[in-house]
């Protein structure tokens, strides 16, 4: 079964940066999509950015010029560095990790527990 453990929350002020990490593990056939996802209290959680295998990316208008996504295929492991941070960015953010079930495609996806980001005004 695979397992996704996400790091690098934490406490900043408006205008400051995090990088988040999250790390899939338990895969014998590797991992596909990865992507980051958030949820504010009160409120549905959302796509943040998303990573394909080949590396195109998707990002969410609000977090687009200010968030990067990218990966490292050999590591299992996808990074979101978020720059120019604002307090409406404060949330749990959540990786989810596409994983391989078989080496002909087959897929199932697992969620992180969570990281907390929170940005003060």
């Known amino acids: 079964q695979g397992r996704v453990v996400e790091s690098g929350g934490g406490l900043v002020q408006a205008g400051g940066s995090l990088r988040l990490s999250c790390v899939a593990s338990?895969?014998?056939?590797?991992?596909?999509?990865m992507g980051w996802y958030r949820q504010a209290p009160g409120k549905q959680r959302e796509l943040v950015a998303s990573?394909?295998?080949?590396?195109?990316?998707n990002y969410a208008d609000f977090v687009k010029g200010r968030f990067t996504i990218s990966r490292d295929n050999a590591k299992n492991t996808v990074y979101l560095q978020m720059n120019s941070l604002k307090p409406e960015d404060t949330a749990v953010y959540y990786c989810n990790v596409e994983f391989r079930a078989t080496a002909w495609g087959r897929t199932y996806n697992i969620w992180g527990q969570g990281t907390q980001v929170t940005v003060s005004s």
């Open positions: 338990g895969s014998v056939f590797g991992v596909n999509f």
């Open positions: 990573i394909t295998t080949g590396g195109s990316t």
